[in-house]
């Protein structure tokens, strides 16, 4: 609907948008935004497919141009205009959201309403291959490494369900199957889940009622972040550890001897004397807690806690009473 501002105000008109028209285009619609998040690839999704591209465009109130319930005007130019151009952008959504393979059967129409009702007439029709296919899927699914998220098979469930066509009913043997199929939803979550997940898998088993599959996504994908978040504390712990040290077992000089040419703060401190004049270390003749090594042009800091020290001591008093007992047996 168009108005004018007042005369003599020097301003000039303004349109004003009806936003429940369905001749109103947002500037965010156009021909090249997608409207769904998934292809129509033929009879085993055309219903999920359907149902996705209907919610799309009754939000944008556009489903009258494909089910024909908003007709092209007959007479008012201005009108006639403003819908080719909407029917357009709604054919550009159509064709978007179909894959590749299929795009050139449907890309030469230039009605909405025409594509949807071939789209309809071609891939409506389900066969027992379509449904066997999407059941073997279903069954033969495993996590085997996958996220939960991934193994998750909601989308397969519905799709399935979409295509068996169940009829609607309220009587009570319809309570008792819409039961069983969630049983059954929930026994093929659980089966083949990755035998990380026994522990919470037997947890959720012996739960009284059973809850529904949902649920029981819920509860095991808090366990994957439980389980990510303490190999990830583990591997820290880990890195701490190496960048205390600076060094690995194979490499600690406390263990298998300083080289000759390392210089300490202190001669008194040189482990490699006191191993010689004594074949063992007391805690007077071992390195200060703090050792500044200066090796090739390079300083480390070693910082040892009284139990680290200990434990370093005890170590090198082992190897060298190791070392001892050898040199007996072999003067002997």
Request: charged share 20%; net charge negative; hydrophobic share 30%.
């Amino acid at each position: 609907m168009v108005g004018e501002t007042p005369s003599g105000s020097g301003s000039k008109s303004l349109e004003r948008y009806d936003f429940d028209d369905p001749l109103f285009l947002h500037p965010s619609d156009n021909g090249v935004v997608s409207v769904i998040s998934f292809k129509l690839t033929g009879t085993e999704n055309y219903k999920i497919w359907k149902i996705s591209m209907t919610r799309a465009l009754k939000g944008r109130n556009k489903l009258g141009f494909v089910d024909k319930t908003f007709p092209k005007p007959s007479e008012d130019e201005t009108k006639i205009h403003k819908w080719e151009r909407v029917n357009v952008v709604v054919c550009s959504w159509i064709i978007g959201s179909i894959s590749e393979f299929l795009y050139a059967n449907h890309a030469c129409s230039d009605n909405a309403s025409d594509i949807r009702s071939e789209l309809s007439e071609t891939y409506s029709k389900v066969d027992g291959f379509v449904i066997f296919n999407v059941h073997q899927k279903l069954n033969s699914l495993t996590q085997n490494g996958l996220s939960v998220s991934e193994y998750y098979s909601d989308a397969l469930w519905k799709e399935f369900e979409g295509l068996i066509n169940l009829c609607e009913c309220t009587c009570e043997a319809s309570t008792d199957f819409v039961n069983h199929s969630k049983l059954m939803k929930l026994m093929q979550f659980l089966s083949s889940l990755d035998d990380t997940f026994s522990q919470v898998k037997s947890h959720i088993l012996l739960t009284e009622p059973l809850p529904n599959v949902k649920t029981a996504f819920s509860i095991v994908s808090r366990e994957e972040s439980h389980q990510k978040g303490g190999s990830v504390s583990q591997t820290s712990t880990k890195s701490q550890a190496t960048a205390f040290l600076g060094h690995t077992i194979e490499r600690c000089y406390m263990l298998i001897g300083f080289p000759k040419d390392f210089k300490f703060k202190n001669e008194s401190q040189n482990p490699n004397k006191t191993l010689s004049s004594n074949n063992s270390i007391s805690s007077n003749n071992i390195i200060s807690s703090d050792l500044d090594v200066k090796t090739n042009n390079s300083s480390e800091k070693f910082f040892l806690t009284s139990e680290q020290y200990n434990k370093f001591l005890s170590l090198i008093n082992e190897k060298s009473s190791t070392s001892e007992v050898s040199a007996n047996m072999a003067g002997k």
